[in-house]
Each structure stands twice: as C-alpha cells, then as structure tokens.
C-alpha cells in the first residue's frame, strides 16, 4: 500500500475516533523535525497553518502536533485542498524552525524540518550620550549550544553589517539620536539582537570674542574679531551678520564704506561642517551732529551802489565736516549755498534768515534777522551819521536803528525822524492801528519810540510835505503805488463842513415857507449835535 493512501486511511481512522468535534477535514501535514546536527527531535511543538485559509482551528486552517522520538509528526483535521500550500513551525526549548509544503492530490503534505538552536544572545558596551561624532562600538558574541561556526552581525540606524567583527568605528555621524545593536548567528540562525540607544549633540565652536565698535560719525567702519575654536580641533569658518545681512564665509577684520546714519547691530559666530556657536553681538551708533548756527548777524549799505549786504559768521561743525550756509529771503527764496556778505536790493526792512548746513545734509536751525537801513531809522535818537552798521538805540523810547547813543542829559526834546523834526501840527491825538489794534494815544512829549511805525507820522497825515513826492507817499514814505493810510487825524473835511452848511440853508428856508420853523430847529439841533459828538 502506499504510504499517501496508508496516510489517508489513518487520518480517517483519526477523525472518526473524535468522540466531538464541531468539523471533520481529511487533510493533514506529516513530516519529520531534526536538528543542526541532522538528528531527530522529540518533544517538538509543531504547528501547521493552511495558506489562504482563515478561521484558526475550528475551520481546519490550523492544527498542531507533538514529535515522536524519531523526530515523527502528524497534524490532521485540515481543510486542506488538493495542492493546497501550508507552513510548519517547530519549537524546542531555545530551538525553532520553520519550512513550507503543499498537499498532494489526496489532500496530504509531507514537511520536514530543521530545529535550530542559535547562539545566545551577545553583550554590547553602551555608548554614552556625547559630542564626538566618532564612535567605537563594541560587544561580546554570543556562544553556539552545538558548537557550530558562528559570526556576528552588526546593525546601526536599520542598516546591517554582516559579518561584523568588534569593535567596530563609525565617524561623522550625524548629530542626533542613534540606535545600534549586534547579534550572533549560526550558519543556520541567529540570535536575537542586542541594542543600545544614544544622542550626539553638536560640538558647536566656542564663540568668537569681538573688539567693540564705538559710536562715531565715521561712516566708514573696520569689524574685526577673534574666532572661536572647535574642541575637537575640526576646520571652522566664521560668519557676519551686520543688521541682518549675513557673509559667510567671513574673515576678520571686515570693512563697510558709505555707512548711513542709524544704529547697528553686528554679530560674529564660529562654525564647524556640523553646527555653530551662538552669535555674540555689538552695537553702535552712527551719528551726524548739525552745526551750530551762525553769529553776528548784520547788514551794511554799499554807498556806491546802493544795495544791501547780509553778512554773518558761519556755524561751527562739531564733526569737522565741511559747511556752507543758506540763506531764505522773505518771499521763500533759498540761496543754496550763500556766502557773507550777500547784496541784495536795499529795503526799508529786510527781512531774511541764515543758518549753517554739513556736507552730510545736517544744518542748524534758522537764524531770524530783521535789518533796517540807516535810512528808514525813526525815534528820538540824533539823526543817523554816514555809516556802514547802525547800532540801535538804547534808551527807552528809542527806535529800532539810529544814529549814536545819547545820554539823558543829551537827549533832544523833539521828536526826529528819519533826521527830519517832527513840526508841532502833527503832535495831536492820532488814531493808530497798532498790533491789531484801534489806540488813540499823544504824541507831544511821549518820546515816543515807533517801533510799531513802519513809516515816519507825516506819511499817515493826509498832507504832502517834508520829502513826500505824493500824499504820504513817496521819499522817506512807502511807494505811492502802495500807500494805505492806517493812521488819520480827527476832523471833519472842508468839503463835508460846506456841504452840511449848505444843507442847514436850505432846511431853514423850506422851514419858514411852509411854516415848519419849530420842527426844523429841532432836526438843526440833532444835526449839531452830532457833528459835535464825532469831533470829540
């Protein structure tokens, strides 16, 4: 008979003699279970599994076994189909194997096996956390139960070395965590791995020293430094950072030209191929100081040529920077760049400003001059003398220019203008505008200083006279084409008296031909009275 039908008989022997079962399956595995050295092994677990079959034991897709002590298994009750695949495992004590099969046309398969015993397992020497990125790595093998041959395998981050001999260097590893192990192996199977874990943390270089970069006006500016050293004596670069525009690589000293006038931050850091130091930094300040603002300022006449000079002494750079001086005139002109002294047209008043610029562009606040030539001077002084610069007047009551200063004893009693003597018919109440305004106020004996005048009392007083070539205008006046008259005498003009004469005649004839002489006086007096108010 043979031995697949003898098979079949037995496992259908097998299956009836099931006093209870939930399923009966004619298919089953046998084979036989050896060791390394080829010789049977008794008291195996074996396990059988059915390939595509789900549903564990109770559907037939597993059953198990125990070997004979002639290494012999049988596993039944499977649903195993013709040519059906299945895979065995077998166990004992620290030995295991594994192979695969497939069944025959009477649902039987036949798979022997190899139990083998590996090597115990091996001792590795733990790797301590670090910065050196050079590692050793080393262990002790594992030992062989049957004394087969034997060599270790070596794995490091998943990728294997095989064989591997202890101890074993790794360099440039990256700066990380790290998992490494080893593991002894038979020609016919390993142990299981032994492993360790570490972290490399970046050597960084220490930092660089930096020499200190002072606040100054100097918009060319040298960086220079020390760089840092690596511990592990590794090549390093430096790298610059000036106001977030990095060099790298950069080598000390660095220089930058055309610098603008702001606030800097510097910073230097020393690196290795693998990571840096931190960034030491430095600050400092550019800055351009304005000059200061010019001084005695002045005018003179050209007698020759009738115009004005605007003279004045520059400012003083605190830098040392070159200067230049601007002046703005009063209609907003700018002379850009003005040297003292400058000719303009002469004025009654000339009003102008000065200051002093850099050639980076800063200059000093604007000096106001108001300048009065000697001709247009007014007040109580003496009349002005021949001269290039009038000094003002000093004794209250003066006017804004003049001639000499008088002593109190020296003072005139009359009122000068322009070197003319005011005449006593203009000393009267006057209505003036000053400041806004309306004052009535005496001219006789005030001393009267006219600061608030532009023009000499004549030019306000309805008349033509003294050097006027029009009324009030003209001479020492203002132009006629410009003439305003804010100041007027009190009166009543010989054309409004006549006409008020006239208009009195007239009522008092229509009053006596129609009888109405008793109201007429009336309105006369009304009339009288107020021609009367308005000459107070």
Known sequence: MKRGLFGFILALILALTISKVSAVYIGLTDG???????????????????????????????????????????????????????????????????????????????????????????????????????????????TDPLGLTKHDDFILDSVVTSPATPPLMRSNLSFTSHTWGARTCNPYCC?????????????????????????????????????GIDPYNRPTYDEFDLNGNITSPAVSPITRINLGFISYIWKVRTCNNYCCSNWVSDSFTLGNGAPSKPTNTNFSVNNITGKTNLTWNSGVDPDGDATYDEIRLENGTIISPATSPYEINSKILIEWEVRTCDSFGACSDWVEVDSVTCAEITGVCESCPVCEVCEPCEEKGGSTGGGKKTTTSEQKTSIVCNGVEIKNDLLLKVEMRLNGKNNKISLFGSKWAWEDLQYCPWCYDGIKNYDEEGVDCGGSCRECSLIEQPFKRKGIPLATVIVIITLIIVIVYISYQFNLWTKTKILIKKILLRILSSLN
């Open 32 to 142: 036989y279970v050896y060791n390394n050295l080829g010789s049977p092994v008794g008291g195996a677990f074996v396990e059988v599994s059915v390939s595509g079959c789900s549903g564990g034991y109770a559907n037939g897709c597993k059953s198990n076994a125990t070997t004979g002590s002639n290494g012999y298994y049988i596993a039944s009750n499977l649903n195993l189909p013709k040519n059906g695949g299945v895979s065995v495992i077998a166990r004992k004590d620290s030995g295991s194997g594994s192979a695969t099969g497939n069944a025959n046309e009477y649902q039987v398969a036949r798979v022997n096996l190899t139990i083998c015993y590996p090597p115990s397992v091996p001792l590795v020497s733990d790797v301590p956390n670090g910065d050196n990125n050079t590692i050793m790595f080393s262990w002790t093998s594992g």
């Open 191 to 227: 142990s299981n791995w032994a492993t360790d874990s570490f972290t490399l943390n970046c050597p960084a270089p220490t930092q660089p020293t930096l020499t200190d970069v002072p606040n100054s006006h100097n918009t060319t500016v040298t960086f220079a430094w020390v760089s």
